[in-house]
Nanobody, 125 residues
Framework: QVRVVESGGGLVQAGGSLRLSCKAS????????MAWYRQAPGKERELVAR???????NYADSVNGRFTISRDSAENTVYLQMNNLEPEDTAVYYC???????????????????WGQGTGVTVSP
């Protein structure tokens, strides 16, 4: 199994910064991609940023230039540096991991998609 845990959320004033962390653990064979999504009350969950195994990155237009996704591959950890935060960034932020795991430590890897529980971000005016 793969476990995903986020941290780093909190309350910040507009214009401030916050750094989110997401660590994947378990019998991981490899990771295809790690991504950050967010969901505000009454809105659909949306992709914020994603980083692939070859280090390619995607950003939502609304955060491009303000947010930066990065990773520590050796630790199976992804970060989201959020700068110049706006009240519209308020949401629960979720980490999604697309990976291959080996549940029993041997045999053929299987493709899994695992979500974390989320970490809340509130940006005050």
């Amino acid at each position: 199994q793969v476990r995903v845990v986020e941290s780093g959320g909190g309350l910040v004033q507009a214009g401030g910064s916050l750094r989110l962390s997401c660590k994947a653990s378990g019998n991981i064979f490899s990771i295809d991609a790690m991504a950050w999504y967010r969901q505000a009350p009454g809105k659909e969950r949306e992709l914020v940023a994603r980083i692939f195994s070859d280090a390619r990155k995607n950003y939502a237009d609304s955060v491009n230039g303000r947010f930066t996704i990065s990773r520590d591959s050796a630790e199976n950890t992804v970060y989201l540096q959020m700068n110049n935060l706006e009240p519209e960034d308020t949401a629960v932020y979720y980490c999604k991991v697309d990976a291959y795991d080996v549940p029993n430590g041997y045999g053929d890897p299987r493709y899994v998609v695992v979500w974390g529980q989320g970490t809340g971000v509130t940006v005050s005016p």
